[in-house]
Structures are given as structure tokens and as C-alpha cells.
């Protein structure tokens, strides 16, 4: 829905100060932001609570799927004054119109991590002029009038869009309101960005917990002490398979090096220390040693129907295992980095899982010059090892569910 391309403002992570002072209202928020990686019902509230503490009229997260060479535009998540019956009308008639806003939305965010949210100021002359777009003609009847969106994941700026929408008769978001919503972001971002594996899960499932054997990570609840309470089949066998793991006598997960796990401690310390990197969430997982190539992700669990904890307290924990094979859109990735033709055709076989060596072997090429290659490739895409990169490209189409790797095999 229509954009500004030149006001914006830039959400950053809060400092220490900013993070012992966050009220209980903010705080409550933020727990319940990162609930909804466990539970994808939970985006709704918490939607519809962005939506009343900015005296919005409603809020829409856009996705873009693939199909094929093509990509479609969805609303999977949504404030619940919408309908999906009103969500799939808008897109039926708007849809093209609605695309060449958030082109507007990509072209004129900026590269650094922070979360950006842009209004509509620009998009039109004046007032009068936006009012006569055929979407505004569509939206201003049901009560909707000036807008602001901002990308969600600066790797992939296509896989989700937050957009809040202003009722007719009021003006854009004002300082108050985006002073509120700066804390917010980032921890949505991170959010959302981790949620992607789950909700594919209990899109087919319908549950996350008790159907998490069926997923590709590893994932694993700890309560606040550290304790481990649950965990699926594939982060015992990475427990079992590496040493960037580890149980103490009393059951409390530790991780490979001192570093690790002081990253962890840091991460189970505060809620305020989640979301330190804006729209690029990758950037906060703790990466085990070259060997393994574990890319461990937390999250907070403050509530979980499915543990059946009212107030639980606990962490979620994402292992991703990236020296296995997956699938990713490689045309994608290199749009997305501007690779140049000699990367791009190493995304195959690092998505296969090859070390380096067997790269060469493979493409007949010194191990020098595939050294060279990849390092240009992390240079590129801002990640700090492979490890990182692999997990980058997970968010290009990759499917998490045992069931639909198998039958594409």
C-alpha cells in the first residue's frame, strides 16, 4: 500500500540505559512478539496490539512466495480487523498497484541493518493527489487512508514487509507513536525472521511443539535456568554428532566454547539483548567451529499453549545444521548480493554441503581460487563465515519439513 521514498525513520536496538528502563507495557509486548515464533495464532494479538498503541487502523505482514521463475504477492499475517476474505480482494484488485509500492519500499531502504519505516508522503504530490491512486480509491471507503511499511529481512527483501495502515481523517505516525514502535521492530524482525521454519510447520501441522521431529533443524526449549524440557530428533543427533554441544549432570545446556556459551548467557539474560541486529537477524546466531558448522539461533518463550505454561519464562532454541544439504533459489541469491557469474555458480555446491577442497576438485579450479571466491562471496553479502552465508540462503525458498525434502528427492 502506497509508500513515502523520502521520509523514513531508522529503529535501532536499544542501549543498556534504554533496556533498564523499558516499562512493563513495552516489555510485555516484546515477549509476546518473540511467543509467536512458537505459536504462529499468536502474530494476530499481537498485530492488533501494535495496531491500538499506535492508534492505527490496522497492520499486514506482506510475503512473497515463489512460484517458478515468478513470485506472488500474500498477506499471511494480519491485525484482526481484516478478513481474508477482504485481504484476497484488496490483492485481486490492487495487487499490481500494491507491488510497485513496495518496489518503491526496497529501492529506498538503505543497506545498513537497522529496520526502516517509510511513510507515503512522496508517493503522490499532495493529499489530493494520493486520494486519486486506485488503491487509496479502494481503501479510503473502508477507513484507510495514509500508510508507512518498512523491510523486515535486508538479506532477502522480499520475504516480509511490515505495514501499518492509518485511518482516513488522521495524519501520519506521529513522534509518540514511532518512538514506540522503534524498540518494536528490530524484535519483530527477528521474530519473523525465525518464525519462517515453524509456520511451515503448523501450516501443515497445525501445532509447532508436538510435531517438531517433522522439522530439518534442530530446535530445543530450555526454561531459564537452561534446563533442557524438549528437543526433536535432529538437535539430539546434532548433540551426538558435534562438540558444540553440551548437557551438564543436571541437564543444563552449555555450548561448545567459553565464547558460545557466554553469547548465550547474554541472550538468556534479557529480552533487550534479542533484535541487536535490526533487519538482519542472522547476524545475532552463535556459530559453532568450522568443523560442525552449527548455527545456533534463541529466542525468548515467555508462553507456550502447547507446554501448557501460563508463564513459562523460557528460551527457544533454533540449530541449524549447515553442512547438510538444502535448497535455495540460486538466482535469488545472487540477485540479492550481486554476485558475479563465477560466484553464483559455487552457491550449488556450497548448498550441497562440499568443503572448499571438494569445490575445486569439483570445478576443477585451485583451492586458492575458490578461497578467494568465497571470500568475496561473505565480503558481499555482509556474513562473517560460511556458516553464516549457508544460513543467508535458507531464507530463499528453502523448505523445513522432512516430509517435502523427502518427496522432492
Not at 528502563?21 to 494479538?45: F, G, R
Not at 503522490?124 to 471507503?141: C, G, Q
Not at 559453532?288 to 505454561?309: R, T
Not at 523448505?399 to 528427492?409: C, G, H, I, P, T
Request: with cysteine.
Amino acid at each position: 500500500m502506497g509508500y513515502a521514498t523520502g521520509n523514513f525513520a531508522d529503529y535501532h536496538v536499544l542501549n543498556r540505559w534504554q533496556r533498564a528502563h523499558m516499562n512493563s507495557q513495552s516489555l510485555d509486548l516484546t515477549l509476546k512478539i518473540y511467543d509467536a515464533v512458537a505459536d504462529p495464532t499468536a502474530w494476530q494479538p499481537v498485530l492488533d496490539e501494535v495496531v491500538d498503541r499506535t492508534g492505527a487502523h490496522g497492520s499486514i505482514i506482506f510475503e512473497w512466495n515463489d512460484i517458478g521463475s515468478s513470485r506472488q504477492l500474500t498477506a499471511p499475517l494480519h491485525s484482526g480487523r481484516y478478513s481474508s476474505n477482504l485481504l484476497s480482494l484488496y490483492l485481486d484488485k490492487c495487487a499490481h498497484l500494491e507491488e510497485g509500492d513496495q518496489d518503491i519500499v526496497r529501492r529506498y531502504t538503505k543497506d545498513h541493518d537497522a529496520v526502516e519505516l517509510l511513510d507515503d508522503t512522496l508517493i503522490a504530490e499532495s493529499p489530493e493527489a494520493l486520494r486519486t491512486t486506485e488503491h487509496v480509491k479502494f481503501l479510503e471507503p473502508i477507513g484507510i487512508f495514509h500508510r508507512a511499511a518498512g523491510v523486515m529481512n535486508k538479506d532477502n527483501r522480499w520475504i516480509s514487509l511490515f505495514s501499518l495502515q492509518l485511518g482516513a481523517g488522521r495524519p501520519q505516525l506521529t513522534e509518540p507513536e514511532r518512538v514506540f514502535l522503534g524498540p518494536q521492530l528490530p524484535h519483530l524482525a527477528k521474530a519473523l525472521d525465525l518464525s519462517i521454519p515453524l509456520r511451515q510447520l503448523h501450516k501443515r501441522y497445525k501445532a509447532v511443539l508436538s510435531a517438531m521431529d517433522q522439522l530439518t533443524i534442530g530446535l530445543c526449549v530450555l526454561d531459564k535456568r537452561g534446563m533442557i524440557v524438549a528437543r526433536n530428533e535432529e538437535f539430539q543427533r546434532q548433540q551426538q554428532a558435534y562438540r558444540s554441544f553440551r548437557v551438564t549432570t543436571d541437564g543444563r545446556l552449555l555450548l561448545g566454547s567459553a565464547a558460545a556459551t557466554k553469547r548465550l548467557s547474554i541472550l538468556m539474560e534479557h529480552v533487550g539483548h534479542h533484535g541487536q541486529f535490526g533487519a538482519r537477524p542472522r547476524k545475532e546466531s552463535v556459530t559453532g567451529g568450522s568443523a560442525d558448522g552449527l548455527c545456533v539461533e534463541v529466542s525468548p518463550l515467555n508462553n507456550s499453549q502447547e507446554i501448557g505454561s501460563s508463564s513459562f519464562d523460557g528460551f527457544l532454541v533454533c540449530s541449524t545444521d549447515t553442512s547438510l544439504p538444502m535448497r535455495c533459489n540460486a538466482e535469488r541469491v545472487r540477485a540479492a548480493f550481486g554476485l558475479t557469474d563465477a560466484e553464483s555458480a559455487l552457491i550449488e555446491p556450497i548448498s550441497q554441503g562440499l568443503t572448499n577442497p571438494e569445490i575445486a576438485d569439483r570445478r576443477e579450479r585451485a583451492v586458492a581460487t575458490i578461497n578467494a571466491q568465497i571470500k568475496s562471496i561473505l565480503s558481499k553479502s555482509g556474513c562473517a563465515n560460511r556458516t553464516q552465508f549457508v544460513r543467508a540462503m535458507m531464507r530463499f525458498g528453502t523448505r523445513f519439513l522432512r516430509n517435502e525434502v523427502l518427496q522432492k528427492d
